[in-house]
């Protein structure tokens, strides 16, 4: 199989030829702390620029990328160095505002901007209406001239071609709504919440409909999301995601489902597992990333329980403890487990947790990428 077979084979829950492999995404990335590390071992010398200003992450090389055996690449619609532009230093650290208005900091000794001034945090539902959100005719160009350009550089290639992760609604509500004030909001104040929602999800379909004019059938997979759970629980209960967000979640879904033929990638963090059924009904074909660390994301239940219904990407080994502090034979060892627990079938795509951290040596990087390549065929192999 070429690579794009490989994944869609995944997504499709059938045997691909082997696991396919994954890196370089918004959630699916590399820290640019991590990437000097590992540059360095390889003795290359690269650039390493700004992919995402928050988490700080950077762009894998095509040399890398091909090096790792990754089977995926990513299409952005937005320039991370030029976002780079908009920090301003501080005595207080390094801030930044997104185009919704929130406001981060990072300090000197930081890794990443965490935030610190959520802009509708007082307001109310007559301040919200009249709020400016981010439009998307002003970044039409934008998204037109990267999706040419990422067409010129991938179209007719064999790799699986994938977008950073777009569609949020409910994190983007409490980014923007203050994450207390959000929570609380959900049980008090459901107009605010509702009318909120619905302002995020119409900019999410203007900016699809703008997307897919231009990418036509380019795209095999939308990485979207929303981050619905914590290390040991859901954020929000079962029945208010269901009454509330939900409902949004499938009207994206269902537009995109509508308008391309590209498998939806859904990522949270986090105590998943009650709502996965959820997901896959409202059109999620793979769900990321797996925190195998997290209340009842045992990798073996999760395929036992849900692998007839979704595709899970990521979850090849934990970001928590044994990518950071393992030696390279115990990540061999963890990578080995999460294939051996999540590959059979079908149905996984090859992820270490959510991004690669700064923390992460560069050693242990190159012992997963080479097991999940190996064993990720010995795995079918073994049919």
């Known amino acids: ?46 650039e390493v620029v700004t992919l995402d200003v928050v988490q700080q992450l950077t762009y ?17 619609t937005t320039d991370g160095t030029t976002e780079d532009e908009k920090i301003t230093d501080t005595p207080q650290g390094k801030l930044y505002v ?18 610190v001034d959520s802009p509708l945090s007082d307001a109310t539902i007559d301040e919200l209406d009249e709020y400016p959100l981010p439009d998307v005719s002003e970044q039409k160009d934008e998204v037109v001239t990267a999706v040419r350009d990422f067409k010129k550089k991938y179209g007719g290639s064999n790799f699986a071609l994938t977008t950073q992760i777009f569609g949020s609604v409910f994190e983007l509500s409490w980014y923007m709504r203050g994450f207390e004030r959000f929570l609380t909001d959900l049980h ?15 900019y999410w379909l203007d900016f699809f409909e703008v997307l897919f004019s231009e990418a036509e059938d380019l795209l095999d997979v939308i990485m979207v999301g929303d981050d619905l759970a914590i290390q040991n629980s ?43 059924e959820d997901l896959a009904e409202i059109g999620v074909d793979a769900l990321n990333p797996v925190q195998v660390s997290a209340s009842g994301m045992d990798t073996e239940r999760l395929k036992e329980d849900f692998g007839d219904v979704i595709a899970f990407w990521g979850g090849g080994v934990d970001t928590q403890s044994v990518f950071p502090n393992g030696k390279p034979e115990e990540v061999r060892q963890e990578v080995k487990k999460r294939i051996g627990d999540l590959a059979p079938g079908g149905g996984f795509v090859f992820n270490p947790v959510h991004n690669i951290q700064a923390d992460v040596p560069p050693e242990n990087i190159l012992e997963a990428y080479s097991i999940a390549r190996s064993y990720g065929q010995e795995v079918y192999n073994k049919r």
């Open 1 to 46: 199989m070429n690579s794009k077979e490989r994944v869609l084979s995944a997504l499709n829950l059938t045997p691909p030829d082997r696991v396919p492999i994954d890196l370089g995404g918004y959630v699916t990335g590399i820290s640019k702390v991590a990437y000097r590390n590992l540059c360095d071992l390889l003795n290359r010398k690269e």
């Open 60 to 76: 894998p090389s095509e040399e890398v990328l091909q090096l790792l055996n990754v089977d995926t690449r990513y299409l952005f």
């Open 98 to 115: 997104d185009g919704w208005g929130v406001t981060r900091k990072m300090s000197s000794s930081g890794l990443y901007f965490d935030i």
């Open 188 to 202: 008090v104040n459901k107009a605010f919440v509702g009318l909120l929602l619905d302002k995020i999800v119409e």
């Open 234 to 276: 859901l954020l929000i209960s079962p029945d208010i995601y269901r009454e509330i967000v939900k409902p949004r979640h499938r009207r994206i879904y269902d537009y995109i489902k509508s308008n391309s033929r590209a498998h939806i990638c859904y990522h949270t963090c986090g105590a998943i597992s009650p709502l996965i």
